[in-house]
């Protein structure tokens, strides 16, 4: 269920509930006209992300909400904020808030307004398709105090990134058993053409069979799927802006429906969440959502291989050789690293269209998790300046990525002695290794960044501004470098 935003210039008399923003350096100060003597022995101390239900001076309902030291009231924290917020007034149906009122003169107000309402909208969401009893949520409209276009506009792009990482949550958390390669590329079928209800302008899409999958040489992507009874798809899905584009920017998600690891098989704890493991495709997906209501006078391309990794009589056998798109031939020594296989195919189709830039989102190695824990993504890439661009994006959309190395010296364990390359190093640095492996499929001159999400696309608590789940996370990053894309100057390689 969606919650409609507005922007208003005062809170409006019908709303069930009104939100304050309280800073924690302020408290003492008494702000707003509050019962204090009780928000204090609730223990209500203004710290961000507390959210506590009082009775206002007219007796209706006001929720206090935490901000933290005013000088740290940044998007992060009030997308964060905001989230709890949502949850504290899901059973109310109108939000009235004033949460814009805590951000300093002279900061960033649309980017604020922003983060406001995608944390309301994120904090709204919940994944019950399954459940018989879901837990009540009324929240449906929230109006915003403020005022100016600016402030507007902001809401309005808020609403659709938020809308567009609940569509990416929907896909992660829809079990791999029902996400069948077919149902994930008919979902992006439905939201490119709009006749999912999708707002915004059509986008061009391209969903290859099997057999034109056969055609094009996606060698990688057909030996993942020997094993499944399921038949692969390859999604390509493109806006053109309608004047001369200013740029070409190529997205490259994952779209593994479900990893069992393949013949060489997961331990079934391993296994449990491997639904996820399409959702640097969902991000992709989410992305280009937005792109149908921004309409950036850069053409973006959104490239994305489809199948499930299973063990099924035909499944790929260790040892087994597969030639990718480029012709590059593959040693596969573990079955479970699959994603670089499917990703090697979609990241040579992504560069014979010669775009401005590559970044690939995959929740692709395990180690990356042990590197980075579950909040952080793993980024690398081979161009310095496009990696800055990346990490700069992250960073505004409040979604965390750290830089990691690609060493040159350790291409040589990926030397196999009867094909190309293998599809594993050794035991350590799994991250870069798997890295190193993708970029060999980037043509030559090309700046390419890579994302590796499988920490931070999952999450078993609620955190800030996620839900239990897939997160979406990369949605908000894309959509950012989207919006500020310029082509990165050639050559400068990474380390
Ligand atoms: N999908 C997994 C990676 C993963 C692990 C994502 C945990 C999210 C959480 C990937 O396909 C995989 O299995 N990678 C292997 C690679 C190894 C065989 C070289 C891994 O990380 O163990
Ligand atoms: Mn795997
Ligand atoms: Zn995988």
């Known amino acids: 269920m969606s919650v409609s935003v507005t922007l208003t210039s005062t809170v409006p008399a019908g709303a069930d509930v009104t939100a304050l923003g309280v800073c924690s350096d302020q408290v003492d100060s008494e702000p707003h006209d509050l019962d204090w003597g009780l928000l204090r022995g609730l223990g209500f101390e203004g710290k961000a992300g507390q959210v506590q239900l009082v009775a206002g001076p007219d007796g209706r309902p006001v929720a206090a909400v935490g901000m933290g030291p005013a000088a740290d009231v940044t998007p992060a924290v009030i997308r964060r904020s905001s989230a709890a917020l949502a949850r504290g007034v899901r059973r109310h149906r109108w939000l009235g808030s004033s949460l814009l009122d805590t951000v300093a003169d002279g900061d960033d107000l649309a980017a604020a307004a922003q983060a406001h309402a995608e944390g309301i909208l994120l904090g709204a969401y919940g994944y019950d398709a399954y459940k018989s009893d879901p837990e009540p949520n009324s929240l449906r409209k929230l109006s915003v105090v403020g005022a100016g276009r600016e402030v507007r506009d902001a809401l309005r792009l808020g609403t659709a990134v938020a809308g567009a990482v609940c569509f990416a949550r929907d896909l992660v958390n829809e079990p791999g058993g029902s996400l069948t390669p077919e149902k994930l590329a008919a979902a992006a079928q439905a939201m490119a053409s709009g006749e999912d209800g999708t707002d915004g302008a059509a986008l061009e899409i391209q969903v290859s069979e099997r057999d034109e999958i056969v055609e094009a040489g996606l060698g990688g992507l057909l030996g993942v799927n ?11 899905i493109t806006w053109r802006p309608p004047a001369d584009p200013e740029g070409f920017l190529a997205l490259v998600g994952k779209g593994i429906t479900f990893d069992s690891g393949g013949l060489s098989i997961k331990p079934a704890t391993g296994m449990e969440t491997m639904k996820i493991d399409m959702s640097g495709a969902a991000a992709v997906l989410g992305a280009m959502r937005v792109v149908k209501v921004l309409a950036p006078p850069i053409r973006v391309t959104g490239y994305i291989p489809i199948t499930d990794n299973m063990l099924g009589g035909d499944a790929s056998r260790p040892g087994d050789i597969l030639t990718i798109r480029n012709g590059k031939t593959v040693e596969v020594l573990n079955t479970d690293a699959e994603g670089r ?25 395990g180690a990356c998790v042990v590197a980075l824990g579950t909040k952080v993504a793993g980024l690398m890439g081979n161009h310095d300046g496009w990696i800055d661009a990346v990490e700069a994006a992250a960073d505004r959309a409040g979604e965390r990525v750290w830089h990691l190395p690609l060493p040159a010296d350790y291409r040589k364990q990926l030397d196999s002695p009867v094909a190309d390359l293998k599809n594993i190093g050794n035991r350590w640095g799994g991250t870069l290794t798997a890295a190193l492996f993708l970029q060999e499929f980037v043509a030559e001159g090309i700046p390419w960044a890579h994302l590796d999400i499988a920490g931070p696309a999952w999450t078993d608590s609620v955190d800030g501004e996620a839900a239990k789940g897939g997160t979406g996370f990369g949605v908000r990053l894309l959509v950012d470098l989207i919006r500020n894309f310029s082509p990165p100057d050639g050559g400068s390689p990474g380390v």
């Open 341 to 365: 296989l499917i990703l090697a195919d979609a990241l040579s189709l992504a560069s014979e269209a010669r775009p401005d830039a590559i970044v690939d989102l995959a929740t692709l190695t």
């Open 226 to 236: 020997r094993g499944s009874t399921q038949p692969p798809r390859f999604v390509e």
